[in-house]
């Protein structure tokens, strides 16, 4: 046999294992159950809500296509520009406060000078196992001015606290996100920690870094990668804000939270109370683009800050 029949035999062996690897669909087959959840429970529910966003239901003629009459109604909706101003407020103070407050607890259990650790871990994170139907429930119970601990307050000392203000309901129902998601994100923060290397402390102990030194040049950097995704599941979560305003409403006297008080309680009254699924549809689905900008924005921002 000559060195090119060898060297032919050796490329055809070569385009077999090759033609064999292209038709190798095992990767696929484990792929496939996550990847029909992922078609049916996600894709399917958007491209729905896309198109019947180009429908109008009528009470004579039926539903017909109205193509982006749907959008353009919404450009002009006050109520659904308000609910969004609100839920915007929302997200520039309570993420910040949340994800402050997580951080400095997440350094002060990695500093290894806090007694009780794994109690203060747990009972930290513990609110976040709570469903956010009880936990608005509780809350809604302790601002009662009538009944719950702050009318209890309110009798000792004399003052007339009404956390149901419409002045102070906003900061009332952030304050109940903090509690619930606080923990969540201080084990993010505490899983970043702990994957620097001890040996990075010792050695700056041992050039005499004091402990603030030590937080500033080592810790807080290391937690720039964590901070972004926090960031971004935070302003998701904010803008997502339903369960407990629904809840509170009625609880609160009046008329302080109203059917529009946040995107997603008006996309649900407008589909449920006020047959009006296809305008909810689009509301939906401008919602979800302004989310994603945003949460676009944030990522590309940290992905700069971090190639610096």
């Known amino acids: 046999m000559s060195s090119a029949d060898i060297a032919a035999g050796s490329a055809g062996a070569g385009q077999v294992r090759v033609n064999k690897h292209k038709a190798d669909w095992r990767g696929w087959k484990f792929m496939a159950p996550f990847a029909v959840v992922f078609v049916f429970v996600f894709i ?74 794994k109690f203060f871990r747990i009972s930290t994170f513990l609110p976040y196992a709570v469903p956010a139907v009880v936990s608005t429930l ?90 972004a995704i926090t960031v971004i599941f935070s302003i998701i979560g904010s803008f997502q804000l339903f369960n407990e305003p629904s809840i509170l409403q009625s609880m609160v006297p009046g008329n302080a939270i109203t059917t529009y008080y946040t995107p997603n309680m008006y996309a649900y009254n407008l589909s449920f109370s006020g047959n009006q699924s296809n305008y909810a549809a689009a509301l939906a689905i401008v919602m979800a683009v302004i989310t994603m900008a945003i949460a676009y924005a944030v990522q590309l921002r940290s992905m700069k800050e971090q190639m610096k």
């Open 138 to 227: 509780i809350w809604g119970f302790v601002y009662g001015a009538k009944y719950g601990l702050v009318g209890s307050l309110n009798d000792f000392l004399g003052t007339n606290i009404d956390m149901f203000n419409p002045s102070v309901l906003l900061a009332s129902i952030g304050n109940i996100n903090t509690w619930e998601f606080t923990g969540y994100n201080m084990l993010i923060f505490y899983s970043s920690l702990s994957t620097i290397p001890h040996s990075l402390y010792e050695a700056a102990s041992i050039d005499g870094a004091s402990e603030w030194q030590i937080v500033k040049s080592i810790k807080l950097p290391e937690l720039k990668g964590s901070l």
């Open 44 to 117: 399917v529910p958007i491209v729905y809500a896309i198109y019947i966003s180009f429908f109008k239901k009528q009470m004579i003629g039926g539903t017909r296509f109205v193509g982006l009459e749907n959008y353009a109604r919404l450009l002009g909706d006050q109520q659904f520009w308000s609910s969004v101003g609100r839920v915007a407020l929302f997200t520039v103070v309570q993420v910040p406060i949340m994800l402050f407050l997580a951080a400095a607890m997440a350094l002060a259990i990695d500093s290894m000078k806090l007694h009780g650790t």
